[in-house]
């Protein structure tokens, strides 16, 4: 699933390199607690990646599922630790050349359907 890729390269020792898996006229949603982040195009996606404090954050996909040109995952973010700061959902739009062409991803803190990895029981 490219979604499931576009995480993984996110994460790793090259964000950056996550655009090469969606189109150059890419359209984008961020819901975030302290707003959403559009975009439409590589630049404006390319400047949001850029422009994320280095915390050390890695996105944890627990679920994935694909419907024909839709892909979902469901997931938490946590830290080096391993310690979970809350959870996330994504979907995107598939083009036909296997690229992102939509993508609308929401993370909220607290509100999870699994509990987050080194929270209290």
């Given at each position: 699933?490219v ?53 050390g ?65």
């Amino acid at each position: 699933m490219v979604i499931v890729d576009y995480y993984s390269r996110l994460d790793g020792p090259e964000p950056l390199s996550g655009l090469d898996l969606v189109e150059p006229d890419v359209e984008f949603l961020i819901a975030l607690p302290n707003g959403e982040v559009t975009g439409s195009g590589r630049d404006d996606l390319a400047a949001y990646v850029s422009g994320r404090p280095p915390v050390g954050r890695k996105h944890a996909v627990l679920r994935s599922s694909a419907d024909g040109d839709l892909e979902m995952v469901y997931g938490v973010v946590t830290e080096r630790d391993g310690r979970g700061t809350g959870a996330f959902s994504a979907v995107a739009l598939v083009s036909p050349n296997g690229l992102v062409a939509r993508y609308q991803a929401f993370f909220h803190p607290s509100f999870t359907m699994y509990p987050l990895p080194g929270a209290a029981a």
